[in-house]
C-alpha cells in the first residue's frame, strides 16, 4: 500500500474547493479520491468553457425520462448503464444540435467548431455523472463546494508512490476564463491517466479482452456507443465484473470498461485539451503526451 500527499485547492469567482489527502490508502479509496478531484476540475472547465443551461435542460428531461420517477442512486449498476446506452443518441438529435449551433452562433467558426466538440464531450461526462458511471460513487451532479482555500489560485500537488505532480495557477485580474479552464483541464487530463495506471492489473487482465472486443469493428459513431453500453447492461458483463473486482466495487469495474470502451471508439468525455486549443491557438495549449484520436 504506497502512500504520500494529494491536494487540491481552489478560489475562483466563489467556486472554493479544498481536498486532501495524507498517509496511506488503498487503490479503491485513492481512486475514488482522484475522480472527485477530476470531475471537479472538469466540471469547472466546462462552465468556464460555456453556459451549459440549455444542453444541460435537454441532458436532465431525456435522463428524467428513461428514469421515469426512480432515482438513478437507487438502481442498480446494470440499469444505470442501460440508461446511458438510451440517453447518449441524444447528442446527435436534430434538438441537441440546433441548441448547440445557437449557443455558438456569435462565435469566431474555428472557436465555433471546436467548442461544439467540447459541447459533446459535455453531454456526455453530465450523462454519466447524473448516472453515477464513473469512478466517483459520490457523483451526480457536481455542485460547487465549501472549503478553506485563499487567493484567486487553483493549485494540484501530487507525491504519491513515484507519482509527482504540481499543477499551480495564480489567478490575475487579467486571466481569461479560457486559460483557467485550460489549466483545470489539465489537472482532470492528468488524473485521469493516473486513474487508468491505479486501477488494478489483476483486473485489467481480465477484462481487457471483453473491452477489447467490445470495441472491435466500432467507430465513433454514437449508435455503436449505444451497442457498447447496452452490452455491458448484460448477466454476463455483471459477472465478469465481479470476478474481476469483487462485488463490492463493481461501480469502479464497470466505469472501468466505459471508459476504455468510449476512448477506444474515439470519445472524449473530458474537456478535450485538444479542441480548446484549437479554439484558442493563442493560449498555446501543451498538450500532453498520450494516445491520438482516431482519426
Not at 472527485?36 to 425520462?65: N, P
Amino acid at each position: 500500500m504506497e502512500g504520500g500527499s494529494i491536494e487540491f485547492s481552489a478560489n475562483y469567482n466563489g467556486w472554493v474547493v479544498a481536498k486532501k489527502l495524507d498517509g496511506s490508502s488503498d487503490s479503491n479509496n485513492l481512486l475514488r479520491f482522484l475522480a472527485q478531484i477530476r470531475d471537479s476540475s472538469e466540471s469547472k472547465a466546462f462552465h468556464l468553457l460555456f453556459d451549459t443551461k440549455d444542453i444541460d435542460s435537454l441532458i436532465d428531461k431525456t435522463v428524467g425520462s428513461l428514469l421515469n420517477g426512480k432515482k438513478a442512486s437507487a438502481l442498480p449498476i446494470q440499469e444505470r448503464i442501460y440508461v446511458f446506452s438510451k440517453a447518449v443518441p441524444i447528442i446527435e438529435s436534430p434538438e441537441m444540435k440546433k441548441t448547440i449551433i445557437a449557443m455558438f452562433k456569435d462565435k469566431e467558426k474555428k472557436v465555433s467548431q471546436n467548442l461544439k466538440k467540447v459541447a459533446n464531450s459535455y453531454t456526455l461526462w453530465r450523462i454519466s455523472d447524473l448516472l453515477f458511471l464513473n469512478f466517483n460513487d459520490n457523483a451526480g451532479i457536481n455542485k460547487p463546494e465549501k472549503g478553506e482555500a485563499t487567493d484567486s489560485r487553483i493549485d494540484f500537488f501530487a507525491n504519491w508512490g513515484k507519482w509527482v505532480s504540481i499543477k499551480k495557477m495564480t489567478i490575475l485580474k487579467e486571466t481569461k476564463p479560457e486559460e483557467v479552464a485550460i489549466h483545470l483541464a489539465l489537472i482532470g487530463d492528468s488524473i485521469d491517466k493516473k486513474i487508468f495506471e491505479l486501477f488494478p492489473e489483476d483486473a485489467k487482465a481480465k477484462l481487457s479482452k471483453y473491452i477489447e472486443d467490445l470495441s472491435k469493428g466500432k467507430s465513433s459513431k454514437m449508435a455503436d456507443l449505444s451497442n457498447v453500453a447496452e452490452s455491458l447492461s448484460s448477466k454476463d458483463a455483471k459477472d465478469l465484473v465481479e470476478k474481476s473486482v469483487g462485488s463490492s466495487n463493481t461501480s469502479m469495474g464497470y466505469a472501468y470498461i466505459l471508459c476504455s470502451a468510449m476512448k477506444n471508439l474515439g470519445f472524449e468525455y473530458k474537456a478535450s485539451l485538444e479542441f480548446i486549443g484549437k479554439a484558442y491557438p493563442e493560449l498555446k495549449v501543451k498538450k500532453p503526451p498520450g494516445r491520438k484520436r482516431k482519426a
